[in-house]
């Protein structure tokens, strides 16, 4: 059973689509009564790794591990 299902155009960037995704995105659990509760922590890959991203999920109380992008560059022999 999927937690969520939204269909986006092809030629979208997935990347706009994470903060959609969480809002609708509740766990389920084996309690009675009403059976959702927020995510607690975003684990994925570091090209979702932006500033609006990192800022955007503290605020839903969401503890985001995204690996930092590091940017290799040649050092200059000379």
């Given at each position: ?43 994925a890959e570091k090209g979702y790794d932006s500033k609006e991203k990192s800022a955007a999920l503290p605020r839903r109380g969401i503890r985001p591990q ?13």
């Amino acid at each position: 059973m999927p937690l969520s299902n939204p269909t986006t155009p092809a030629n979208g960037s997935e990347k706009d689509q994470v903060i959609p995704l969480l809002d609708s995105v509740k766990v389920k659990t084996n309690k009675c009564g009403r059976p959702r509760k927020p995510l607690k922590v975003l684990a994925a890959e570091k090209g979702y790794d932006s500033k609006e991203k990192s800022a955007a999920l503290p605020r839903r109380g969401i503890r985001p591990q995204l690996p930092k992008e590091v940017w290799k560059t040649k050092k200059n022999k000379g």
